[in-house]
């Protein structure tokens, strides 16, 4: 775009039809037609002035999952409770990526609030799987995954609490991060678990993944949890790594039971690239890992439970019509689906005296375990490889009145958010298809120490020229 060979007029109106043409899979909950046309006009105009060098996205198409604000705009959280509102302010992820020169097209579909793991908890319908629509895409960011997985848009915004970029990264063959806890500002993502939330990104391939985080990463004045580190080129030369010498740690906790098969050859087929490649491959134990699950499913609920509480009909979206304050209050929460319900009532009692030290203090404690199991990994390797997800894309419908089944197929992502580290999902092969389900995607994932992105990048990036064709 910079060197003149398209426009962002016309990269933004592609962008657009293909938009309506993927309708079906439901990706979008709104479109910027006419801001987007306006912001592409101005990119191009600041092309011709020679102002190019200085917008490393120049015109390039980004969808933005609706709990991320961007302003004079919906930010629906996928909740009846919020569909009223409209954004005041850009979240500082979407003003980078604005002086970057990138053009937000429109915002995508989300389980309510980014709780779920499939998209069908969002109040406005699920989202589609494009490589077999009657199947789930994955969630929470199912909608930002499939906006790149249809080749709408090359980059996407997600949000990540417990794999909500990963996991639908790797049902519909995209390249999903998980950035460091800190590394991006939180300022204008809906909270949902304050201590584990972090916005991620989407990508076509590894590099624009990196690129994309590059731009919108850094400290920021507006989030106080927000890291300090540098965060340097994630991107520019990520080709000229060498994987000799690198150590790749293998969990055995992470290849047991209810892995699908196909997903494990992946996973091995993967390790040895690596080792014939040079890198060193060592056992390494994460052995609170398995406990993953029942933390995540209590800290989160309880943060979440308290971040929801200003949800009341006072100050956001949706108000109840109602003579008396009270019943107000409950008419207006009554609009919030029943996964928020469970996960309120859940999260207020895991929280509640006499009960806090039992499941919430508890889980704080058991998280700190898992926090140390990496550290005590990451001193004798640089990298951890294993599954994103124990199964591939399910359909539509088959866990949605079974949560504990929905939340099982997160056992491979939530530690990376409880215990801080950055990860990655990429794309390796598919699964053989049989008569009961076609070739689906499998998402393998690297995980490494605080603020080690560019060092998973390299590595993804040498994996994803190895892997075997989507
Ligand atoms: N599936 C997990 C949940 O429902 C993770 C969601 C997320 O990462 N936002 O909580």
């Given at each position: 775009m910079r060197a003149g060979e398209t426009s962002a007029a016309n990269a933004i109106e592609t962008a657009l039809e293909r938009a309506t043409e993927i309708e079906?899979?439901?990706?979008?909950?709104?479109?910027r037609e006419e801001r987007a046309r306006r912001e592409a006009a101005e990119v191009d105009r600041r092309i011709a002035a020679g102002d190019g060098s200085a917008l490393p996205l120049a015109g390039v198409p980004v969808a933005v999952k609706d709990n991320i604000a961007v302003a004079?705009?919906?930010?629906?959280?996928?909740s009846r409770l919020l569909e009223p509102y409209v954004s005041p302010f850009d979240a500082t992820a979407i003003a980078r990526l604005r002086e970057a020169g990138a053009i937000v097209i429109g915002k995508t579909n989300l389980d309510e609030f980014a709780m779920g793991s499939s998209t069908e908890n969002s109040a406005f319908g699920p989202s589609r799987n494009?490589?077999?629509?009657?199947?789930v895409p994955g969630g929470s960011s199912g909608g930002s995954v499939v906006a790149v997985a249809t080749g709408c848009v090359p980059v996407a915004l997600g949000s990540e609490t417990g794999g909500s970029v990963r996991q639908p990264a790797a049902f519909c063959g995209t390249v999903g991060v998980k950035p460091t806890y800190g590394r991006v500002s939180r300022y204008g993502l809906v909270a949902f678990g304050s201590s584990l939330d972090q916005i991620g990104t989407v990508g076509t391939t590894v590099e624009d993944a990196a690129l994309a985080l590059s731009v919108i990463a850094g400290s920021d004045p507006h989030d106080a949890t927000s890291a300090p580190e540098p965060v340097g080129d994630?991107?520019?030369?990520?080709?000229?790594?060498?994987?000799?010498?690198i150590r790749i740690g293998w969990p055995a906790?992470?290849?047991?039971?209810?892995?699908d098969p196909a997903i494990l050859a992946a996973c091995e087929a993967a390790r040895d690239r690596l080792a014939e490649a040079g890198a060193e491959i060592v056992e390494v134990s994460l052995p609170h890992s398995p406990y993953g699950i029942a933390v995540y499913y209590t800290v989160a609920i309880a943060e979440a439970s308290s971040n929801l509480a200003r949800y009341d009909g006072v100050r956001y979206g949706l108000r109840a019509q109602s003579s008396e304050l009270s019943s107000m209050y409950l008419k207006t929460r009554a609009a919030f689906g029943a996964e928020l319900k469970r996960r309120i009532m859940l999260g207020t009692y895991v929280l509640s005296a006499g009960y806090y030290d039992a499941f919430y203090g508890k889980g704080t404690a058991v998280r700190a375990r898992i926090r140390a199991d990496f550290e005590a990994a990451f001193e004798r390797v640089d990298a951890i490889l294993t599954p994103t997800t124990p199964t591939p894309a399910f359909p539509i419908g088959e866990k949605a009145e079974d949560p504990l089944a929905m939340y099982l197929n997160d056992i491979y992502t939530v530690s990376a958010n409880l215990a801080g580290i950055p990860a990655i999902s990429l794309p390796w092969g598919r699964t053989p298809a049989r008569p009961d389900r076609p070739a689906l995607p499998i998402g393998i994932q690297l995980m490494g120490p605080d603020f080690a992105e560019r060092r998973l990048f390299e590595i993804a990036r040498f994996l994803e020229r190895e892997a075997p064709s989507a």
């Open positions: 079906d899979l439901h990706a979008f909950l709104s479109l004079g705009g919906p930010t629906t959280c996928g494009p490589h077999d629509p009657t199947r994630l991107s520019a030369g990520l080709d000229d790594t060498d994987p000799a010498g906790e992470y290849f047991g039971e209810g892995l």
